[in-house]
């Protein structure tokens, strides 16, 4: 599997949720709403999830196993880092300045 893009779709200085983020996979499938949240112990992704009669949060989509999860969450923050700096040096960050695409390892 690939990632062959990552979107950052909205980027915020304040509060905990950091970005909203799109990847395509395989040039085949788009996975919206992940969003890049700054958590006690550092920044870290969350799936795309709605909320159930009960009030719990569930993942709609996410990956199956930590592994794939941790690759996901490197890449996407290595997207989202580029994305900041660009940001502070007044520059648009374009496709070409990402490695796409990236294999993703699956176990």
Known sequence: MKITDVRIRKIARDGKMKAIVSITLDEEFVVHDIKVIEGEK?????MPSRRTATGEYKDIAHPINSETREQIQDYILEAYYAALKAEDEGVALDDTEMPWPKEVETI
């Not at 550092?42 to 969350?46: D, E, Q, Y």
């Open 42 to 46: 550092g920044v870290f992704i969350a």
